[in-house]
């Protein structure tokens, strides 16, 4: 699957993202000054029969654990469509800049509740078969989100 039927099948909550009223991406843009701030696009595809330990893996703990690296949870869904459908988790996360993520992200990894709680959720097998990730920067018409 390519990341063009990833984006398609995503169709309705790429739109809900521009509505929610999470702190401001365009803090600094207004002005003309451009923000630092960026946003991460992150698609989970679950291996077979592990999306549900997936969601309760971020339910139960990652969301938490991000809030404590500096990665903001702007949204997450997953698909109601196929072929995304009951296999895929989408999210957004929300880093102060490129630089911060990168820095937020060798964190995370090396928290030593992550390391627990990810092996432990993998004790029957990978839960995520592929990720794909993309930053990205708000327009300077984009609502604020």
Request: glycine share 6%; proline share 3%; hydrophobic share 40%.
């Amino acid at each position: 699957m390519n990341r063009r039927e990833i984006l398609q099948g995503m169709g309705g909550a790429m739109m809900l993202s521009t509505t929610l009223s999470t702190a401001s991406g365009l803090e600094a843009q207004s002005g003309g000054v451009k923000s630092d701030v960026v946003y991460e696009l992150r698609v989970y595809h679950a291996n077979e029969g592990k999306l549900d330990a997936l969601l309760a893996r971020f339910r139960d703990h990652t969301v938490e654990i991000f809030k404590r690296h500096g990665m903001k949870s702007v949204a997450n869904w997953t698909p109601t469509d196929e072929p995304l459908k009951g296999r895929t988790l989408i999210y957004i996360l929300k880093h102060p800049s490129r630089e911060a993520a990168t820095a937020n992200w060798k964190a995370f990894r090396e928290d030593p509740e992550w390391v627990k709680v990810s092996t432990a959720s993998e004790v029957n097998g990978k839960l995520v078969e592929k990720v794909d990730s993309t930053y990205m920067t708000l327009t300077d018409f984009s609502p604020a989100i």
